[in-house]
């Protein structure tokens, strides 16, 4: 029954998210209370009912009914408890359902609060988010159902289907599929349902932007009202991203975070307009600028998450991060077009209530470099953009597929990343108004030459190539400014208010945790630059075969061949793993196991890679292939990766800046007949 159960709520839920879109709709036009109430508590009870769904679906996981299909396909009875679970998402049919529930759960939130303000704004709010959910539910109704059972019909044929077909038997597979082995990793544990929460809460922020161009809406509340839920969404789709990387670094075995791959691509794009918005977004609220930016930032944010979505599960596109082709595509498409069509027609409509009375005037101020850093962000998602739609057009034009591969990328964003570098740490040093060149040059000046002494150490570490000389310097120029520009606000305050240096500090971050989580993030991007640098610039790779104590060597160090051992586990694997000493001078440093694990139910084979870290270097080995015999020979693919580690570290920065932006500011109390210089 639970099957049936799971289903019902979906149907339910459908209907439900119908009534709102069409309830609110009403409502909006005839003002009518009552009409608004209903479509509100219609979006509301979407969420339950999906949950009871989501839970249907996990109870089949978790219980081993292989009678299910998606069951069968994605877990199997040598799974542990905690990848049943993570079998939610681990599939076509499931990632949409989870998707779904995601989607209104963010609307549940949105809509279960009291609307004491923005009540102009619910009832298109409610048509937008309500729309999307019944729009993703519809795909996992009719076209990819997790509650489809096997059934085998009378000539022998195994069908997957809803409802039993005519002269048909269930059927009762003792043993699933499995999940896919590459998924079977603790970053896509968390990789998948980090990213989706990404995605889909910038519902919320595009929601409100359609809401306020419906309604004529000229202020900036609606951003302020949403400027949590865009933060947070950008927060999990980096985190997403982040997991990604790492993903690929442990589990791909090909020495890499980031391989260019268009799936990989298509993440990025949504991360690069929201960043952007999160920036612009400062400037509407500072100076009442950049309103036609914001909405048509968020228009392009919100249709590039369904954009990736649809090249995802489309088949459009070959990559170990795609589900399987599927014929809901066209449907995706659609929907795209669409929403895009219908809130760039919004846009135009009011583009001339958006304007604004007040001028930028000077090329130096703050203004002018979120101007810049804009057009940058824009520059970089529309040379990716072309990336992935160059060989999908080439193909219908011509009949091949030209790939465009890492050097296209690379030699075209590369220029532009630097000079986000450069920016961040030049805004810091930039006012609000009016500022002269002469005065910005005053305040750049220290922190460019302090930066100096990176690369400076840098070339006498050996390191000539001047694309990474450069790199590094404009990474420590963003993180000395940042730093110079806070030390100077703690030696004011400190002085003003009599206070310590520490209390100083802890009362800036304290009342203005949005400048100074974004110093911190800043920090963490600058921190991931190095690492990005170091394993882009001065990777170096070597690959052999060996005998037992035989050795490779490379960069200085010596990998010493010790023996494989192979043996089977009771959840179905078969396991190879080398044993391989490292050592620099003839002193041993540390011994790593490289190995291979080839699930027998999938018939895939996994690279565990052997990795020393440390905070200069990564040391990588592959276990590539083997011979029969294997004391003969082994072959290993060894990889040198400087300051990768660093990436991680400036993620970890950059996560806990965000969160520091989140926490809300502590209310300034004021003593009476006092007042208090803001610092």
């Known amino acids: 029954m639970i099957g049936p159960i799971g289903y019902g709520m979906l149907v339910i839920s459908l209907v439900t998210s119908l009534l709102g879109v069409v309830a609110s709709i009403y409502g909006g036009r005839t003002r009518s209370s009552a009409m608004l109430e209903t479509a509100r508590r219609a979006a509301l009870v979407t969420f339950p009912l999906l949950t009871a769904s989501v839970v249907a679906l996990l109870i089949l996981l978790v219980a081993g009914h292989f009678e299910y299909a998606y069951v069968y396909q994605t877990t199997d009875l040598a799974m542990p408890f905690y990848l ?49 959910v019944f729009f993703f539910l519809a795909l996992v109704l009719f076209f990819e159902n997790p509650f489809n059972r096997y059934f085998i019909t009378m000539d022998g044929q195994v069908v997957s289907s809803l409802f039993p077909p005519i002269m048909s038997l269930q059927a009762n597979p003792p043993d699933g599929a499995g999940l896919n082995p590459l998924l079977r990793h603790f970053g896509m544990v968390v990789h998948p349902p980090t990213l989706y929460l990404g995605f889909t809460g910038f519902i919320i922020p595009y929601a409100y932007a359609i809401a306020a161009l419906i309604t004529g809406r000229r202020d900036d ?26 993903w ?67 088949g459009l596109l070959s990559s170990v991060h795609a589900f399987s ?143 990474a000389l450069l790199s590094i310097w404009f990474a420590f120029f963003a993180i000395i400014a940042t730093l110079m520009d806070t030390i100077k606000s703690i030696k004011l305050r400190s002085r003003v208010h009599h206070e310590s240096p520490w209390k100083a500090f802890d009362n800036l971050v304290r009342h203005n945790r949005r400048r100074y989580g974004g110093y911190i993030i800043h920090i963490g991007v600058a921190l991931m630059g190095l690492g ?25 160090y010596t990998f010493t061949y010790e023996k494989l051992d192979i043996y089977d586990t009771p959840d179905g694997r078969n396991v190879a793993q080398a044993s391989i000493v490292i050592s620099r001078d003839g002193r041993e440093l540390d011994r790593v196991y490289p190995g291979s694990d080839y699930y027998y139910t999938a018939q895939q084979s996994v690279s565990i890679p052997g990795v020393r870290s440390t905070l200069s270097e990564d040391l990588y080995i592959v276990l590539v292939d083997w011979l029969e015999i294997t004391s003969e020979g082994a072959t290993f693919k060894i990889f040198r990766n400087p300051l990768i580690n660093w990436l991680w570290i400036g993620s970890a920065v950059l996560i806990l800046g965000t969160l520091v932006a989140l926490w809300p500011n502590r209310e300034r109390k004021l003593k009476p007949e006092t007042s208090e210089v803001k610092v």
């Open 532 to 556: 990005i640098v170091g394993i882009e610039i001065f990777q170096t790779t070597t690959q052999g075969m060996v005998a037992e104590s035989e050795s490779l060597h490379l960069s200085g």
């Open 221 to 246: 509340h609606w951003i302020k009202s949403t400027r949590k839920w865009s933060l947070m969404a950008w927060l999990f789709l980096s985190i997403g991203l982040v997991l990604g990387s790492r």
């Open 325 to 467: 082709e599927s014929g809901i595509g066209p449907f995706f498409l659609a929907f795209i077009a669409i929403m895009f069509i219908v809130s760039l027609g919004l846009l135009l409509w009011r583009w001339n209530d958006l304007g604004s009375t007040y001028q930028i005037k000077s090329l130096f101020s703050r203004e002018v470099a979120f101007l810049v850093n804009n057009l940058l962000f824009i520059a970089i998602f529309l040379i990716c953009l072309i990336g992935i739609l160059f060989p999908i057009i080439s193909e219908m034009l011509t009949g091949l597929k030209v790939t465009v591969g890492p050097p296209f990328y690379e030699s075209a964003t590369g220029p532009l990343f630097a000079l986000l570098l450069i920016l961040m740490g030049v805004v810091p040093l930039t006012i609000w108004g009016a500022t002269t060149a002469r005065s910005l040059g005053k305040t750049i000046w220290l922190p460019a030459v302090i930066a100096l002494a990176a690369p400076i150490v840098a070339l006498l570490l050996g390191a000539t190539k001047w694309v």
């Open 84 to 132: 049943k679970l993570t079998a939610l998402w681990g599939g076509q049919e499931g990632s949409l359902l989870f998707w779904c529930w995601l989607l209104s759960g963010f609307s549940f939130i949105t809509l279960v609060r009291k609307w004491k303000t923005e009540k102009d704004l619910l009832p298109w709010v409610i048509t937008v988010t309500s729309f999307t």
């Open 248 to 314: 690929a670094y442990d589990v791909l075995g090909w020495g890499g975070y980031w391989g260019w791959d268009p799936v990989e691509i298509s993440a990025l794009i949504p991360w690069l307009t929201g960043t952007a918005y999160l920036h612009s977004m400062i400037t509407q609220e500072k100076r009442g600028l950049f309103k036609h930016w914001n909405i048509a930032l968020l228009i392009l944010t919100f249709c590039l998450v369904i954009f990736g979505t649809f090249l995802t599960r489309s």
